[in-house]
């Protein structure tokens, strides 16, 4: 690929400027409508590359198939990004700036000066000194997790169908809306998908391979209090919202959160608390490496509750658990080729990498449980939902001669 002249670059400018936020609030799929507008961009996209089938279904997912160009039979792999951005930060108006060749200096976000992105801050930023970097005005987030991942795939599908010496199988893309929220698989459609390996391209540092998600669910803590005129409450009135707040207040201070965890260390982390006198709920999200931890995270997280509440017996509860998604380790350690195969394709182009784990999980987490074996690998995206979140336009070029190397490898595997 010396003598290629990479998109992933414009895209990704382009791709980033589109607002895909989605609404973790929302009961429609997908949760934003306008997540749509990136969708059919793609789709028009595919198709001036040469991808006939390319289409955007009732439910905002895009798929496309490039026909293999071999003989024998090659497993079906599926490349797979998604287009929505995280609620967590502003995703209107995003202005991407590109830093040609950055010097290691701090970066001022012309938009809000007070955003600063340094090297003392952001350590990984050191290793890209030379690099051009992108980083979005200081407003709002750029958007890499996961446009760098989509542009990404855009780009080696733009360069393999214009490239035909590179021996290939069968490769279906697949962009999906929603995984920010937890439900990027929720209508996906598998046998239309109709692939046998994936990968989705969807991970932070160059060279990493994360093979090993969380296990994930959600708790939805509902409390009923006792409802009275303000002027006429004494010993009536039960607020529902304090009780809420005692029960946040209640939580561990130095342990079991995700801003004093690391590693495979699990926490139990307060995601929202709303409500009224009479009712309040408060959302919480249970994170492990281990599966059947979640259960002792959510009995101790219900112990909590009954301790606060046990000053209020006149008090109902309801206390609902939610499955999101699992280690997806627990089904890639049956195939453990498809992690090995894009370390070895990472390798082939000067990269040093490893299977690592990440705190978090991706639709790869969720496909693999249905069917769909499927590891992250690298896009530069980083410090992703804020407003200090940047990717290397080199990472992303690796990233795309990481899925052309690794195609081959399947081709030649078979």
């Known amino acids: 690929m010396n003598n290629y002249t990479y998109t992933v670059e414009e895209r990704f400018l382009k791709y980033v400027q589109i607002d895909t936020t989605s609404d973790p609030l929302s009961p429609s799929f997908p949760s934003s409508e306008k997540q749509k507008d990136l969708a059919k961009v793609l789709v028009q996209e595919l198709l001036a590359i040469g991808i006939k089938d390319a289409e955007m279904d009732q439910w905002g997912y895009v798929y496309a198939t490039i026909e293999s160009n071999v003989n024998h039979a090659v497993p079906t792999l599926c490349f797979c990004s998604h287009m929505d951005t995280a609620p967590d930060c502003s995703g209107t108006n995003v202005k991407p700036i590109v830093h040609r060749n950055y010097d290691g200096n701090p970066i001022t976000l012309p938009d809000d000066t007070t955003q600063v992105i340094t090297t003392e801050k952001h350590s990984y930023l050191k290793k890209k000194i030379g690099d051009d970097i992108i980083t979005a005005s200081g407003l709002t987030l750029l958007g890499a997790d996961d446009k760098a991942g989509v542009a990404i795939i855009m780009d080696f599908a733009h ?36 692939a ?27 409390i009923h209090g006792i409802s009275a005129h303000p002027g006429y409450a004494k010993n009536k009135m039960v607020n529902a919202i304090k009780v809420a707040s005692e029960v946040v207040a209640a939580l561990p201070k130095n342990e079991w959160s995700p801003e004093t965890t690391e590693k495979r260390e699990g926490f139990v982390h307060p995601t929202s608390i709303k409500g009224e006198l009479e009712s309040a709920t408060i959302g919480f999200i249970i994170r492990d490496h281990d599966t059947k931890k979640l259960v002792e995270h959510e009995n101790r997280l219900k112990q909590i509750l009954e301790n606060v509440l046990s000053g209020y017996p006149e008090l109902e509860y309801n206390f609902k658990v939610t499955e999101q998604y699992r280690n997806m380790k627990e089904v890639l350690n049956t195939v453990p080729f498809v992690t090995d195969y894009a370390i070895q394709a990472m390798k082939k182009i000067g990269i040093d990498s490893e299977a690592t784990i990440i705190r978090g999980g991706t639709d790869g987490s969720r496909l693999s449980f249905m069917g769909l074996p499927c590891p992250n690998i690298f896009t530069g995206e980083m410090a992703i939902h804020s407003r200090h979140e940047y990717v290397s336009v080199q990472d992303m070029q690796k990233a795309v001669q990481t899925m052309v190397e690794l195609v081959q490898i399947w081709e030649q595997h078979r």
Not at 182 to 194: A, F
């Open 159 to 194: 360069y393999i169908v214009n490239n035909p010496q590179v021996k290939h199988g069968k490769i279906r893309i697949l962009f999906t809306p929603d995984e920010e929220v937890g439900r990027g698989v929720e209508h996906l459609d598998m046998k239309k998908l109709n």
């Open 196 to 222: 046998d390996f994936g990968y989705t391209l969807d991970g932070g540092t160059l060279g990493s391979i994360e093979d090993e998600s969380f296990s994930a669910d959600a708790v939805t803590i509902t």
